[in-house]
């Protein structure tokens, strides 16, 4: 695997290879990698010939006070996981390579995609995500991207951006990697303490009978959230919402819709997680 710390060093490697690269998949990261990032990774394998890693603390997308500065940084370890999962490159520049100059043009997503749901709480955040995606998409010039589904509205907003950018790359969700009591697989999980980590599986929990009461033919969404909102408060837990959403824009949906996705975000003492499943 071939590390680059420059956007030079990069497309250098990328004209090198050229067309024999053939298939080339981007899967951008923040690093502290874990089982879900490699699973994005094989599944990069399984779409190209060329797998190229990221890894960027993007400042843009934290707001003042969140853990920007205390996010987890493993370079090292994270380095060996690409290497053995097959990755050809990693690009990890630092914040004067990717930004020279303070960052005058943005990505604006509409504030019915991006001012809803995690974008309610984090103002800001998917303008600072579909920023540096962009800057990524133009740096690496990939056929196919891979997110994750864990962070379903960023998906979103990705998908929607390139399609009315018309960026010639293919979008692809990673399927969300989970614990084995169910918790979804998350750089920010490290900060929980030993009986937050225990307490943390609920989320899951709740999220699966909210959908297996809509799969029952319970209709009343609203009621639905009610309860496991505050079945998290009775808990300890500081939810910021619980929402079942139309999958395709996560707009309210009619009674009457199917094609949805409850998706929940809650604070557990200091950390914040987010999760959610499509019906």
């Known amino acids: 695997m071939q590390i680059h710390s420059t956007i030079f060093s990069l497309r250098a490697a990328r004209n090198v290879v050229g067309c024999s ?23 990069a394998r399984a779409h190209a010939d060329t797998v190229i890693a990221t890894i960027f603390v993007n400042r843009l997308q934290f707001r003042p006070g969140e853990d920007f500065e205390a996010y987890p940084r ?5 380095c060996a996981r690409l290497e053995a999962a097959g990755v050809s490159h990693l690009f990890a520049p630092d914040e004067a390579e990717m930004y020279p100059q303070p960052q005058g043009y943005h990505i604006e997503p509409p504030a019915a995609q991006a001012g809803i749901l995690d974008g309610e709480f984090r103002p800001g955040h998917f303008r600072g995500v579909a920023t540096v995606v962009m800057k990524l998409f133009q740096i690496v010039q990939p056929d ?13 907003v990705i998908r929607n951006l ?3 950018f018309n960026v010639p790359v293919e979008i692809l969700g990673g399927e969300t990697i989970r614990a084995p009591d169910g918790l979804a697989l998350s750089s920010r999980n ?34 639905l959230e009610q309860r496991a909102f505050a079945a998290l408060k009775d808990h300890g837990w500081m939810p910021d919402y619980v929402a079942l959403r139309k999958k395709l824009d996560l707009q309210l949906p009619s009674v009457h819709e199917s094609g949805l996705v409850v998706l929940a ?15």
Do not use: C, W
């Open 21 to 43: 690269a053939g298939r080339v998949a981007l899967v951008p990261t923040m690093g502290n990698l874990h089982d879900g990032h490699i699973a994005l990774m094989t599944q």
């Open 190 to 223: 490290g900060y929980l303490s030993e009986s937050e980590r225990s307490e943390a599986p609920r989320l899951y929990r709740l999220l699966s009978e909210l959908v297996d009461a809509v799969r029952a033919g319970s209709r009343d969404f609203q009621l």
């Open 162 to 164: 390139v399609r009315e």
């Open 144 to 156: 196919v991207a891979l997110f994750g589904k864990k962070d379903y509205q960023q998906l979103m």
């Open 74 to 78: 493993t370079f090292e370890t994270d």
């Open 265 to 279: 975000a809650a604070r557990l003492g200091s950390t914040r997680l987010i999760d959610n499943l499509e019906v």
